[in-house]
């Protein structure tokens, strides 16, 4: 169990850009960073586009006023002359601005921890690792669900065999916040999520599905797609051509097949996200709505519920515990899990510690590269009258 | 509420062919029909293809030896002589014996009640339906599930707009028992369904998938496909052609899309058929599992749970109630109601009552038909790569 | 399983008293009775205190109308010159009258199945019983929930030590249909459960608890109640002395402690009965809100679900099964159980089976006398101050 | 919603007393007072009664090794050397020396955090209160689970008449995690908890019964005891005196009656607290296993299920949001927010603040003296034969 004694030496120099006042987002990054004050310390900031609230924002946590920047450039800039400079920065801002940014910061020589989906296209995404592998950083991507301790358990399960042969994934992320189009009116804060300059080419395939899409990736490490068919609507027609909801059917390379559903008009449900992995033998199920539960079924056995902190859990779960059964645990636990993996694959880069980056699983790079390319291959087949498309 | 008493003027003379002691189904027929001894009552049968043990399961049943048949040919032959002969016939036999059979009862000048799904082509359906119609005979068929008491408040709630405009059909009809190849080894009776000639062109969508079919049918009777792409697979190689789980995607002409999964392969799971209705207000969900429930999800307020029996809910759901709030109906409430409506179609088609005719609701042999049409199209679909067709 | 195939050579010939057009209860009798028609067969009747409306009840359901009497004393007058004349008869009259309708019964050589609460003192209790031993005659107790076959599993599990030594028996059967005086206005049909002349020394605890009370005695028949305290309230004013509420507590013989809550103001509740045994090493809870499912918790492993109709079950509980896995039973299906108990013991009686007689589980004479028992010493110590009682 | 900004001018230095590498509770304290770093900062310690290893685990978390004491005498004597000693102290010790440190804290200017139960006896408690208001200081007690939004939306539809009147409060708390008296053994750490000289005089009631009766408290802030009666046992016998279980009835002033079940063999469970509150008209329902739901049952009308972070609920619920709807919160949400209420409130104390303090509402003086007193009435009855006594 991890009771926030430090992991590291000490804690990482870090600024954040984007995520001010607000953001959706930006509280569960500082809460995920400063769990412990053990991983990270939050010195600089550019927090938002309207450079004083962000500065009156980033006092009002505590940061020196001066460190406030206006921008992220400036951020860059002055930092870099500081001894005590950040070395990791984390960028919260909406998609179309992550791609030059992580770049800036790496040819600053900062660390990343950036918001999903990473960029537009798998070739900005390319052109990235190559960077952060020729300058020696790090890129962590946000898939701040991907920390619940019980998915540690379900990919352990499932490498283990106690499932049998994978046979299908069954995906899903939706919600109904966005039925009804007045939403976009009055929340102005949220209306880039559905403009193609600045969400990109996608809306709920990118804004939501890539969660779940990263997290079966998590369960399932060595399962490969082999084609997909994308059908995604724009129920709110003003939101085309992103769209609100798709529905995507996956033939994976073993043989196995897939659903994912992602939707933002799903009205009235508070599920959120769900997998289901159905092997041969018996199935696992998962669900944010109630992260410290795994449902786990033997198929002629009776239906199995796991809780998050028990001992009959698998040592990589509880690794990951903080609170211990019985107390909930929640999405905050989730992004201080990842969190800390990010600080422990910085200080492993920092100290040339390739044993450490070569086993801790964390969304890293490759981690987002593959929610671009699964947009990208969705959007693909989705504008060719979501036909069957290679994975590419 | 129904408290047994005579909704027609006398139970009809019924007979059963096919559903003995081995099947799976055959309990479920009588006790759907016999709830209340007044609107059937059995005096014949043809139980089963072993004439003996066929005959000992109706004496003991009840029934007279002497109208224990050894076939449906003598069935039909020799009740035909009588003037107490029967009226109506259940026929629970293998797929692949519906048509021949329904189409000599109808000749015998008998009303049918079919299993599911009723033919294997929908020339099979028409030509039965032209002969049904020329005899002035009612074809029934037994979509079991679907007289559950809240699948008429589901209809009601969205015909009354409650839920907005219909964006979304969220299908799932699946069971994991067929997960092991072994199942098919010891269960005899059961190695039909994934023998093309007697089981037709599908397994788990003609088995299972017609039942949630006809359920949105039921609730949704405006919403037509206009396109759909079913991507078809038999995990347990043997089954081939057939398959034990199928993913199928539709367009309906309004607009709405919508999605089935059918499987017999979902290890472990016990929560069987699921509907939700998506709207542009607010979502219903119903699932067999827990049949007295209605989830009413609304955007934006607390979600909702409706319970059969209450008096919130529409006349037409308490016209189906039997048991009252608090007291749990099941599966064989919904036969039951079914049974009771075909009873009074029979009734109706006997003395001309043309009104009730038209207003019934019911699973007549349209809605047999459409099932058929329904596995045509998929099964077409599937066949061609897993492709987009238009529904004819 | 359970087809419906008859148990005893021929149906029993039947009659209700009580029961009619408006009861509550008097359809789940017959849907119990006549399940299958291999059990009973109704042939008389004395259905209502409204002649005339009983009799056309009566018609309706297909008895003859000449056997459609006024009431019990011309039931049982004339049915007994009748050679064909009936062999039990079932009580569902309000609680005040069972007494003598029951003696009446028996004295006229007639079984009896009669409503809970079976009488108003324990020593009317005692003079049936040894009456209906001097006639060689069977008393069954209608407590209509206890023929879920998973009671049945929960009976053999703790009867195996599955859950090590009981410590705790948590009891409820709540409901908020009487939350508001203003039902008791409108339901005549239903004021009588509130004055003590028709319904006895209680309101909750004879009308309800008795059903909970009878559960935890089949799943735990050696546990034994050393003494009680039982807290009463009439929370609208107009029913006291009647409870609408009441609060147990129970030491057992064993050690074990028990809690009993029953209620009709529970606002808004829809949960009804639940049962939890307590043991030193695992737990087992049902309710028949879900009467299919029954949860196992053993401390340090994964909760379990069991289902009803899996082969996993105890054979005692696949014994009572009707529908099979993934097809919901309800509470139909439990009362069809006791009544076909009910057939077989009076059959056995008829034929001196004593060892049937000896081994069979059914609500009995004694059940019925324990319910009695359990009201009177729960009233004993509501009217001293709700005080300890040693039970008597 | 709660972003993290400041809410005070600056953080309060703050010490650790107890709540060490081996506490179970340690964590979740400094999780909730770290949250984000605006309130409180971690800036000396005695964390450990084994000295050396506090002093490692105080390092281990950022604080200066000179900081890190040895004993609490000594942690308060040598911060009242220092301009920058510490302003507040978190006592998480064991039960027994709850009294003598919050009194040598008080004495020393400082303001007390202090862990439930908070002391032996309510004269212990009205000697604390009275110290506290001479020095100026405050008192808060972590009742840890009482700062789930809900419970603030449930005291807000209480208060508005939801519910109509109140008539029942149904409370409980309960785990299996003391089954087995094996448990002790391997737990050293924990052992205390059933020392009475350590514990005090209970062990369930005490340790868990606390949280719920002070939630029941903050929803229901005017509903006051009349008497009550309390059942314990020790199904463990070596725990003796101590119960690991307990049943409580209660009758409140104003006839509404409650009942309340503590106990650590409730094998199995993994369900934990819950309190229904049950209105004339409605009964409220939260269980802190899903502390983001809150189910609000109307009689007569379809259930409803509230969700935290919805724009449906009242404002004081969402002024303690932290993530927002469909983001689970746990139980370190609900930390954080009492953690922040003490800040506020000591704030409020050292500058004068009266308006602040007499609205703000927390666990304080008086909840934690509350709860002495419950445990003090309960184990009066229990000692004497589990009669009714007056709450005194």
């Not at 505590?62 to 460190?67: L, M, T």
């Not at 921890?113 to 995404?125: D, G, H, N, V």
Request: hydrophobic residues 40%.
């Amino acid at each position: 169990m991890l009771n926030g004694e430090k992991r590291i030496p000490r804690p990482l120099r870090w600024a954040m850009i984007g995520g001010g006042r607000l953001s959706q987002v930006g509280y569960k990054h500082r809460s995920g960073a400063l769990r412990d004050n053990t991983a990270y310390q939050l010195i600089a900031s550019a927090f938002d586009i309207d450079a004083a609230r962000g500065r009156d924002f980033g006092v009002n946590l505590g940061i020196p006023a001066e460190r406030c920047y206006d921008n992220y450039q400036q951020l860059l800039a002055e930092e870099a002359k500081r001894e005590d400079g950040i070395e990791v920065v984390t960028i919260a801002t909406p998609n179309g601005t992550h791609f030059d940014i992580t770049k800036a910061a790496l040819n600053a020589g900062i660390h990343v921890i950036c918001e999903k989906p990473l960029f537009f296209t798998s070739a900005e995404a390319q052109e990235i690792k190559a960077l952060a592998a020729e300058k020696g950083l790090i890129v962590g991507v946000t898939y701040g669900f991907s920390g619940h301790p019980l998915l540690m358990q379900m990919r352990a399960m499932i490498a283990k065999g106690e499932i049998g042969d994978v046979r299908m994934v069954e995906l899903q992320y939706t919600h109904g916040f966005n039925a009804s189009d007045s939403v976009d009116k009055f929340s102005d804060a949220q209306k880039w999520r559905v403009d193609p300059k600045i969400a990109g080419p996608s809306f709920v395939l990118g804004d939501i599905s890539t969660h779940t899409w990263y997290i079966s990736q998590l369960v399932l490490p060595d399962l490969n797609i082999k084609s997909l068919l994308c059908d995604r609507q724009s129920f709110i027609p003003s939101r085309a051509p992103l769209e609100d909801n798709a529905m995507v059917l996956m033939h994976y390379e073993n043989g196995a097949v897939g659903r994912m559903w992602a939707s933002a008009i799903n009205a009235g449900s508070m599920d959120s996200q769900r997998i289901r992995v159905i092997g041969s033998r018996a199935s696992l199920e998962w669900s944010d709505a109630n992260p410290g539960e795994l449902k786990f079924e033997v198929q002629g056995q009776p239906n199995q519920t796991l809780y998050h902190g028990m001992p009959y859990l698998d040592e990589s779960a509880l690794a990951d515990e903080r609170l211990g059964a019985l107390h909930t645990e929640g999405l905050a636990e989730s992004w201080a899990n990842i969190y800390l993996k990010f600080a422990i694959a910085i200080n492993a880069m920092q100290n040339g510690d390739s044993k450490t980056l070569e086993t801790l699983i964390y969304p890293d790079i490759n981690a987002g590269a593959e929610g671009v390319r699964w947009i990208e291959n969705c959007v693909r087949s989705a504008d060719n009258g979501a036909c069957w498309v290679n994975y590419e």
